[in-house]
């Protein structure tokens, strides 16, 4: 099967290397030296420009495509695919707007029933900014567009007096013309991502990522730091959590499909498990980075099948093993304030497959044949075992068989902020 692959980060190297039963071309923003290795063809152009793209294939015939990053999604990319009569595994422009416009899916969650929103509400005064942050005491404000997961300001978190917050919303008002202002949901976060086929979808292990730089959760919201898995349920969470988190996944799929745009793609749930259940902070029309790299190497199945057979609107259920895994992202010194890049990194590639570990390229370039940073994430390394305490000490042994001016949240994945989360997530129910 030639399978067309677009986007050229950590997580579409994953992809790419699951692809490994098929014929792979890609097309990258920025050339990633792994993927081109990996690749038939590929082709370097701006990938969410949908004229662009369009050109860059013409001439070519493909059995599959599958358009990655989330801005792609927003820019038609999978519209352009399909018009050129190739079968498509990723969501359409009208499908992805669950993504791209955040009062669009609030809207839709309330339209069809579907539980899990906090209270919210899109303003386009500063008054009315103020009457919610009065109303609901604690809130989050965020712009509806994509923002990368770095456009978001919680209270008590990013600021604490009324005023800055008032701030940001009146900067985000000037800018887009809205804000959207959220209650503040209070608990711990997880990711629940499905394989989806317009109507049917099959769902991935729960995961749960680090937005936060720096240990302990402290510093700014970054792409993400790293990610881990524990098998079907993560250590703080309840079956009925993911039960909750599955029938919401469903009932969006099944709107969709109502609304004359069928979902068919990776279909991702950004969760919080609060006192009151399970509360739905965003949805993504695609894998999760880091968590696509979690979720992969935990599939028994053929990617390939399943990207087809969402396609055809035909699921093939994926069925996953229970190990644990640990994503760490190692980034250039200086990240994500002022990253050092264009600084040199060597990798001993031997040591790490001995080490178990495995290396994704994220953003690197090669120069002369030396690996280079840039100012964004460089490597993802990934571990598994059959215990997360294994897989993090082995995520950790591939961190330092790469050399540079690099860094990474050594705490992910450790058995204390583990019990961390599991303590908060007690003392949380424990307050109903
Ligand atoms: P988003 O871009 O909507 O995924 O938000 C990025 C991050 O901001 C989330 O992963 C949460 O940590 C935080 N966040 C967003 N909305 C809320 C909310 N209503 N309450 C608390 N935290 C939130
Ligand atoms: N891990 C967060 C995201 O992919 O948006």
Redesign the pocket.
């Known amino acids: 099967m030639k399978v067309l692959l677009i986007g050229n980060g950590a ?1 579409e190297h994953a992809i790419a290397e699951k692809l490994d039963d098929c014929e792979l071309y890609s097309i990258m923003s920025k050339k990633n030296p792994a993927i081109a290795q990996l690749s038939k063809e590929y082709w370097i152009c701006d990938i969410e420009n949908a004229d662009i793209v369009a050109k860059t294939i013409a001439g070519h015939e493909f059995d599959l495509g599958f358009s990655s990053p ?1 801005a792609t999604l927003a820019a038609g990319i999978s519209d352009v695919l399909g018009g050129c009569g190739i079968l498509v595994a990723s969501p359409s422009r009208a499908a992805s707007r669950i993504e791209w416009d955040k009062s669009y899916m609030r809207t839709l969650l309330q339209k069809y029933g579907i539980k899990g929103s906090p209270k919210f509400e899109v303003v386009k005064s500063p008054a009315d900014a103020l009457r919610l942050m009065k109303e609901y005491d604690q809130v989050a404000i965020k712009p509806l567009g994509l923002t ?2 770095k456009g978001v300001k919680v209270s008590g978190e990013h600021f604490t007096q009324t005023d800055d917050g008032l701030k940001y919303a009146e900067t985000l008002i000037t800018k887009d013309g809205t804000a959207l202002i959220e209650e503040k949901l209070v608990g711990e976060e997880f ?1 629940l991502q499905a394989f989806c086929d317009g109507t049917r979808i099959g769902v991935m292990p729960p995961i749960q ?1 680090h ?1 936060r730089a720096f240990v302990g959760d402290k510093g700014s919201n970054t ?2 730091m790293g ?1 881990y898995s524990t098998g079907p349920l993560l250590p703080f969470l309840e079956h009925s959590d993911i039960e909750s988190g599955k029938k919401i996944l469903q009932g969006v799929v099944s709107a969709l499909k109502k609304e004359g745009t069928p979902f068919h793609g990776i279909l ?1 749930g ?1 969760f919080m498990a609060t006192a009151h259940g399970i509360k739905i902070v965003e949805f ?1 029309a ?6 696509a790299i979690n979720a992969l190497s935990l599939l028994n199945d053929s990617l390939g099948n399943i990207l087809l057979s969402m396609a055809e609107g035909q699921l093939h259920q994926p069925s996953f093993s229970n190990d644990s895994t640990v994503v760490k992202y190692l980034v250039p010194q200086g990240y994500p304030d002022k990253p050092i890049a264009d600084s040199p990194v060597t990798i001993d590639s031997a040591a790490i497959e001995e080490s178990g570990a495995k290396i994704y390229y994220a953003s690197v370039y090669d120069k002369g044949g030396k690996i280079m940073t840039t100012s964004s994430r460089s490597f993802a390394i990934l571990s598994k075992a059959t215990t997360l305490e294994e897989a993090e000490d082995k995520a950790e042994k591939g961190c330092s068989l790469i050399h540079g001016a690099l860094w990474h949240r050594e705490d992910i994945g450790t058995n204390s902020l583990v019990e961390k989360r599991i303590e908060r997530m007690k003392s949380l129910r424990g307050q109903k």
């Open positions: 997580r989330d990368g997961g990711t990522d937005k792409g993400g990610s991702y950004q993504n695609r894998f999760g980075d880091p968590e």
